[in-house]
């Protein structure tokens, strides 16, 4: 969202309304900026009783708009939505296309971040509409890139890439740096899943220099991220760590309080990339401290997500049961369809190296009715999953039943749901062949396994994570047969 702006200025010929409620505005303002969250909140309902009592619509739009920015920033999606909404009401019926399509912007972000990309986009839509009939340039560029944003959250990054070009370049030729940077950090990270490691960290590194440029620390900190992890993706983790440092130090300079989280958060992910595990866990504590510091629940629940992901990684299934259990709730309140489903997915995971395979198939169960209803393209994993449960209970013919159900129902395009079903199947003829036919199985189980390498080289999905796990423990299998794999 963008930050609400007012005159700068209190004339002397007003009321005493009037005037309170100008400068308490503006001192509002500038405590969100600081994340001054006690403040802010104190300040809430005698700024809003001012609006009734001052009856200036304009300040009443500027009033409500600061407190949705607020409330943007700290997660509190649904109070952010309403005063949005409030805001809209009132610039339609006196404001410019300019505000409109601000607003309609933000209200599309709203959607956005809630997990509605059909709502999200039919609001950016509308105000690229507004912008394009007065020309706006700058705003065409914002709805643009907000377009773009919408597309890499949900997984579809190649259509993002001539949005997110089409507004770098307008910031570029309007000579807004700050936008330019914070676009181009997230071209980065676009150009990091189409698999442009290289290109990533060149677009990350000009980004950077934009942000140093003007200089502006809240900018820096944000792009400095972007090049954190395009460097921890190219496993430069001396230079990743280094970048993520100076971010956490802008951070805390611009009093960026979320984004801090957000840091840290990333410097936990280099740490557990380099297999520092507890100090991985340490970095995402500070993070949810952070976070619940300021009453961002939805930091507060990745960072809290993030160390279950270790301990997922470190195959400490007991500690995940207990954690998963604690954040479910949290986790459904988000609304993010990414999130939910590899949660439903490890839980399941969980319950199955934990031997609770009654459990595990009813979870299973919940992630194959979600992927429907989200993920139609990954049609066919949880049928590979259900085989493997079987797997696990030494039940190959109903493993081979399920089996074939997913051969027939994956979907070709879908690297996810085609690595499952050939790491399973490759598990499935070892547990399938007795000792005195795996040597005639020994191509086969080579083959499978060969075909699960392809699919996953260019897997970088949300499922990414659990399907390391099962590769691990069919690689384990494997290695007492001999097999050369490379």
Not at 440 to 459: F, G, P
């Amino acid at each position: 969202m963008t930050e609400p702006t007012t005159k700068s200025t209190v004339p002397d010929d007003i009321s005493p309304a009037k005037k309170r409620l100008l400068e308490l505005g503006k001192q509002v303002k500038q405590w969100v900026a600081e994340d001054r969250h006690e403040e802010i909140l104190a300040a809430h309902d005698e700024l809003i009783a001012l609006t009734e009592e001052v009856g200036d619509e304009h300040l009443t739009t500027f009033v409500l708009y600061t407190y949705s920015f607020y409330y943007w920033r700290v997660g509190r999606f649904d109070d952010a939505f309403r005063y949005l909404q409030k805001s809209l009401a009132i610039v339609r019926r006196s404001g410019s296309p300019r505000q409109i399509g601000a607003l309609l912007n933000n209200i599309g972000n709203i959607f956005r971040v809630r997990g509605y990309p059909t709502e999200a986009r039919e609001n950016y839509d509308q105000a690229l509409t507004e912008f394009r009939a007065i020309d706006d340039k700058e705003g065409i560029a914002n709805s643009l890139g907000n377009i773009a944003v919408m597309y890499i959250e949900s997984r579809r990054h190649a259509e993002a890439e001539p949005y997110l070009l089409e507004a770098i370049q307008i910031f570029h030729d309007l000579g807004d740096q700050k936008s330019e940077a914070n676009f181009l950090g997230d071209y980065a990270k676009v150009q990091f899943v189409l698999n442009q490691p290289e290109q990533s960290i060149a677009t990350a590194e000009r980004a950077v220099a934009l942000a140093e440029a003007i200089p502006d620390n809240h900018t820096l900190g944000t792009v400095l991220n972007s090049l954190g992890l395009s460097l921890i993706a190219a496993k430069r983790f001396d230079e990743a760590f280094s970048a993520l440092q100076r971010a956490l130090e802008a951070n805390r300079i611009a009093h960026n309080q979320r984004f801090e989280g957000v840091t840290l958060s990333n410097l936990g992910f280099a740490a557990s990339e380099m297999g520092n595990f507890d100090r991985a866990i340490e970095y995402f504590n500070d993070a949810v401290e952070i976070h619940r510091r300021i009453s961002d629940v939805k930091g507060t629940t990745l960072a809290r997500w993030s160390i279950i992901n270790v301990y997922f990684n470190q195959h400490n299934w007991e500690k995940c049961n207990q954690l998963i259990a604690d954040i479910a709730d949290d986790i459904r309140d988000l609304n993010n369809s990414d999130l939910e489903i590899i949660a439903f997915l490890k839980k399941a995971e969980v319950h199955r190296r934990l031997g609770d395979f009654v459990e595990a198939f009813a979870t299973a169960e919940l992630v194959e009715g979600f992927s429907q209803a989200h993920f139609p393209e990954l049609k066919g994993l949880t049928q590979s999953y259900f085989a493997l449960i079987e797997l696990d209970q030494n039940r190959i013919e109903q493993a081979a039943t399920w089996l074939l159900q997913a051969k027939s129902l994956t979907d070709q395009n879908s690297t996810e749901a085609i690595t499952m079903y050939w790491l399973v199947q490759t598990r499935f003829l070892i547990d399938s062949s007795s000792m005195n036919r795996i040597d005639e199985q020994l191509s086969n189980i080579k083959q499978a396994y060969r075909q699960s390498i392809i699919s996953d080289d260019i897997t970088t999905g949300v499922l990414e994570s659990v399907l390391k796990v099962i590769r691990e423990d069919v690689i384990e299998r494997i290695n007492p047969l001999k097999i050369e794999l490379s």
